[in-house]
C-alpha cells in the first residue's frame, strides 16, 4: 500500500515538474484579462498575427475575478506583463503605488496623438505619464427600440427628452407599455440604473460638475445629483411606463429585459443600453436582423445648452514588466490593424481614430461608432470611476433603493455616507 | 403481512415527508440537467419545466451545449492538469496528517499540546488572507505557476483540518492495541503501518473524499497561485471562463457542471460506504 502509494506520489511529481518547465519558456508575455468566452476568442483572434509576425508567444488568461487576482498578484511581486484594467480609476490606483510602466518612454507618441483623440490619452495619463492605453470602447448612451413596432403603432424616434416622455405617454394612451427595464444583475443589481442617472447627469449638468460628482467633489444629496435621480425616477417609478411594474424593474435581467421589445404584440417599446446588448438580444432571437428588426437612437438631450454628449466604457491595456515583448504587444495593440479585429469580432468600437469603418459587422455599429466620434462631450462610466464601495456598492443599491419606493433623499444620505468613508481613503 | 402493513402506515408519514425533502433538495440539481440538454433560443425563451408538456419530443433536446464545452475548453488537457493538481495534493496532506494526528494522539513529546493548539487556531484563519503572503514566498522559491506550487498550497490549506479529523479518529484507537503491540516489540513506524493506518481506512477515506472534493472544485487558488494559462489551468478555470463577461452562454455552465462532475460522482458512488462510516468515525469516543 505504501509503496503504491509513494510510487504515484513520484511519479506525479515527475509529471508535474516536467510539464510545469515547459511554460517557463522565455520569448513570451503573459496577459491578465477581464475576457472569457467569445471575448476570449476574439482576443485570441486578434493576438494571433501578432504572435506569427513576431515568434512571441501570447499567454493570455480571462477572468471575471480580474480585480481580486491582479491585486494579488501585483502585490506579491509577480504582476502579468501586460494587463487589461477595469477603469481608469484602478489604473490611477496603480499608477500611485509605482507599479506601471511609462508607456510614452518606448511609444511613438506623435503616431498615438494623431491616432487618438485626446480625450482617451487624457483618460491614460496619471502625473504625464501614459500609463494606459485605450483599444476599444462601448457607447453607453443609446435607447434600442424595434422600428417595425414603432411603424405599426405610428410612433417616431423623439429628438428630445420632452419628445421622449410625450411619446410614452402617448403609447401609454394607446394602452402599450413603453419601457422595457431590468436591473436585476446578481450580485451586481443596480448598475443598469446608475447608467440612467449618470446619462441624464451628464445632460442636466456641466461636464466639470459630472466630472465634480465622480471625485465626490459635490455631495449625494445636492439638487443636481437630485435631479438626475428624479428624472430616472420620472420613468422607472412611473408603475404604466415599464413593463411589468417597479416590481418587475427590481427582477428582471438586464440581459432578459430587452426580450419585451421583440414579442407579438410586443411588451414594451424602447430599452436603454450599451452597444454590448446588441449579442444579448442576437443570442435570444437569432432571426432579427440589427438594423432591420431592431435599431437605437441617442438617448435624447434633456437640457438643450448641454446637447448629446456620450457616456461609455472602454477596454484599456496597461504595463507592469518592462519586456521587450511586452513592448511590442503593447505597440501592436494601439494598431488600427490589431483594434480592426478585436472590434469587427465583437461589434465593440474601436478608440483609433484610423480605424476603417468597414471592419465594423454592421451598420448599427458604424452608426454607433459615429455616434461615439461627433459627441460634443465623452465621459467615462461614473460608476466605474468611484472608489468600489460607492460605485460598485451603494450607488448600485441606491438604485434598487430609490425603484423599490425609498424616499430619494434617505437613499441619497444613504450614498453619502458610504461615500464620505470611501473617499477619505 | 399485517405487521408490515402496520408498520408502513406508521412510518408513512415520515417516508413522505423524507421523499419531499429529497425531491425539494434535487430540484435544482435535476433543473441543471434538463437546462444542459437544451438549446440556447429554448433556454432564453422558457424555463426547463416547460419540457414536462411534451417530456418525449426528443427533438427539443440537444447536446450541443456538450460539444461546445468539450471542444472549447480543450478538455484533454484540462481534465490532465485538475487530475495533476488533484491527486498530489489529497495525497500528500493525506500522508502528513496522518503522521501528524498519529503523534499527536499517541506520542509523548514536549510541545504537543502547544502544537496542538496552534493548529486548532490554523482551522480558522481564511485561506484568502494567505494569499498575497504565500505568493511571495512562491516568487522566491521560484514556484510561482508550477504544479508542484499548488501542491503545497493546497498541503497547507488542507493539514489542519485533516489531522484533527484523523486525531479524533486515532485517539479513540483503543489504547490496549498500542500496549500489547510495544510489548511484542514494534516500533512507533511498525504500530502507525500495521496497526493505526489499516483500523483507520474508513476516517482516511472520508478525508480523502473531503480533499479530493474540496481541490476538484476549487477556482481561486488555481487561479491565483497557478494562472489561467491552458498549459496548466484545471477544469474549473476553464469552466469559468466559458461565459462572458456580461454572463453570455451562461447555457454551457449547465453543461459544463455535468462534465467536471463526472469524476467525483463515481468517487463519491464507490466510496460511499466507507464515507458514511467515516463521517461517524471520531465523533463518539469508546
Redesign the interface.
Known amino acids: 500500500?505504501?509503496k503504491k502509494?509513494s510510487f504515484?506520489?513520484l511519479a506525479?511529481?515527475l509529471?508535474?515538474?516536467l510539464?510545469?518547465?515547459?511554460?517557463?519558456a522565455s520569448n513570451t508575455v503573459?496577459i491578465l484579462g477581464?475576457?472569457?468566452?467569445?471575448?476570449?476568442e476574439a482576443f485570441n483572434k486578434m493576438v494571433a498575427p501578432f504572435e506569427a509576425e513576431t515568434g512571441i508567444k501570447v499567454?493570455?488568461?480571462?477572468?471575471?475575478?480580474l480585480p481580486a487576482?491582479l491585486t494579488?498578484?501585483v502585490?506579491?511581486?509577480?504582476p502579468p506583463d501586460v494587463s487589461a484594467l477595469p477603469n481608469p480609476g484602478q489604473m490611477i490606483e496603480f499608477a500611485k503605488a509605482g507599479k506601471l510602466v511609462d508607456l510614452s518612454t518606448f511609444m511613438d507618441m506623435d503616431v498615438l496623438r494623431s491616432d487618438y483623440s485626446p480625450t482617451w490619452l487624457d483618460l491614460g495619463t496619471y502625473k504625464g505619464k501614459l500609463n494606459g492605453v485605450f483599444i476599444s470602447a462601448d457607447l453607453k448612451s443609446l435607447v434600442w427600440y424595434s422600428p417595425k413596432a414603432f411603424a405599426a403603432g405610428g410612433y417616431t424616434v423623439p429628438a428630445t427628452w420632452e419628445e421622449m416622455i410625450a411619446l410614452s405617454d402617448k403609447m401609454v394612451a394607446n394602452g402599450k407599455t413603453p419601457w422595457a427595464l431590468g436591473l436585476e444583475?446578481?450580485a451586481a443589481s443596480g448598475w443598469a440604473g446608475t447608467d440612467w442617472v449618470e446619462d441624464i447627469m451628464l445632460r442636466t449638468v456641466e461636464p466639470e460638475v459630472y466630472d465634480l460628482w465622480v471625485t465626490h467633489g459635490i455631495s449625494w444629496v445636492d439638487d443636481r445629483v437630485q435631479r438626475a435621480f428624479e428624472l430616472f425616477g420620472q420613468i422607472a417609478l412611473n408603475e404604466k411606463y415599464v413593463y411589468g411594474g417597479t416590481n418587475a424593474v427590481l427582477t428582471i435581467n438586464f440581459?432578459?429585459s430587452p426580450?419585451a421589445l421583440f414579442t407579438t404584440p410586443p411588451n414594451a417599446y424602447m430599452h436603454r443600453q450599451a452597444t454590448?446588448i446588441k449579442?444579448?438580444i442576437l443570442?435570444?432571437?437569432?432571426k432579427l436582423v440589427p438594423g432591420e428588426d431592431f435599431d437605437f437612437f441617442p438617448f435624447p438631450p434633456i437640457d438643450p445648452q448641454y446637447g448629446t454628449p456620450a457616456l461609455g466604457a472602454a477596454d484599456m491595456f496597461a504595463m507592469f514588466n518592462d519586456t521587450p515583448e511586452a513592448r511590442k504587444f503593447m505597440q501592436y495593440i494601439v494598431s488600427p490593424e490589431a483594434q480592426g479585429i478585436w472590434v469587427g469580432e465583437l461589434g465593440k468600437l474601436s478608440a483609433n481614430k484610423r480605424i476603417d469603418p468597414a471592419v465594423y459587422p454592421d451598420d448599427l455599429t458604424r452608426k454607433a461608432a459615429k455616434i461615439l466620434s461627433e459627441a460634443s462631450t465623452f465621459r467615462f462610466d461614473g460608476s466605474d470611476l468611484m472608489p468600489s464601495a460607492v460605485g460598485g456598492g451603494s450607488f448600485w443599491t441606491g438604485i434598487l433603493d430609490y425603484v423599490s419606493g425609498i424616499l430619494l433623499m434617505n437613499v441619497l444620505m444613504t450614498i453619502e455616507t458610504t461615500a464620505l468613508d470611501a473617499y477619505r481613503k | 403481512m399485517i405487521k408490515k402493513l402496520v408498520s408502513v402506515f406508521s412510518h408513512g408519514p415520515l417516508h413522505l415527508v423524507i421523499i419531499f425533502v429529497a425531491l425539494i433538495w434535487i430540484l435544482p440539481s435535476v433543473g441543471l440537467l434538463i437546462t444542459s440538454f437544451r438549446s440556447?433560443?429554448d433556454v432564453?425563451?422558457s424555463g426547463w419545466w416547460t419540457v414536462f408538456e411534451h417530456p418525449f419530443n426528443f427533438t427539443r433536446y440537444t447536446l450541443e451545449n456538450y460539444q461546445e464545452v468539450i471542444l472549447k475548453i480543450g478538455i484533454g488537457r484540462a481534465f490532465l492538469n485538475t487530475l495533476?493538481i488533484t491527486?498530489?495534493a489529497t495525497?500528500?496532506p493525506i500522508?502528513i496528517a496522518s503522521f501528524a494526528a498519529y503523534a499527536f494522539a499517541w506520542m509523548e513529546f514536549p510541545g504537543r499540546r502547544f502544537l496542538f493548539v496552534i493548529l486548532v487556531g490554523l482551522l480558522v484563519v481564511p485561506l484568502q488572507m494567505t494569499?498575497?503572503?504565500v505568493?511571495?514566498i512562491?516568487?522566491k522559491l521560484g514556484i510561482?505557476?508550477?504544479?508542484?506550487g499548488i501542491?503545497f498550497a493546497h498541503t497547507g490549506y488542507g493539514l489542519p483540518l485533516i489531522i484533527y479529523l484523523l486525531y479524533n479518529f486515532i485517539s479513540g484507537l483503543p489504547s490496549e492495541l498500542f500496549d500489547s503491540s510495544s510489548i511484542d516489540g514494534a516500533t512507533p513506524f511498525q504500530i502507525f503501518?500495521r496497526m493505526v493506518?489499516p483500523l483507520s481506512l474508513p476516517a482516511l477515506a472520508s478525508v480523502t473524499i473531503f480533499q479530493f472534493l474540496w481541490v476538484w472544485n476549487d477556482l481561486?487558488i488555481a487561479?491565483?497561485y497557478l494562472?489561467?494559462?491552458p498549459?496548466?489551468?484545471p477544469l474549473t478555470?476553464r469552466i469559468?471562463?466559458?461565459?462572458?463577461?456580461?454572463?453570455?452562454?451562461w447555457e454551457?455552465l449547465t453543461a459544463a457542471a455535468f462534465v467536471s462532475m463526472a469524476l467525483p460522482l463515481v468517487l463519491f458512488l464507490g466510496l460511499q460506504r466507507y464515507f458514511v462510516k467515516g463521517i461517524l468515525a471520531g465523533s463518539v469516543k469508546g
Do not use: C, K
Request: glycine share 12%.
Open positions: 500500500m505504501f502509494i504515484t506520489l506525479m511529481l509529471i508535474g515538474m510539464t510545469s518547465s515547459v511554460f517557463a503573459t477581464v475576457w472569457t468566452g467569445a471575448e476570449a499567454e493570455f488568461t480571462g477572468t471575471r475575478d487576482v494579488t498578484q502585490e506579491a511581486g509577480n444583475s446578481g440581459g432578459d426580450d454590448f449579442s444579448f443570442d435570444h432571437f437569432p | 440556447s433560443a432564453a425563451a495533476l491527486i498530489p495525497i500528500i500522508l494569499m498575497i503572503p505568493l511571495r512562491f516568487n510561482a505557476g508550477t504544479f508542484p501542491w503501518t493506518i481561486l487561479l491565483v494562472g489561467g494559462t498549459a496548466v489551468a478555470v469559468s471562463a466559458l461565459v462572458g463577461s456580461y454572463g453570455q452562454d454551457l
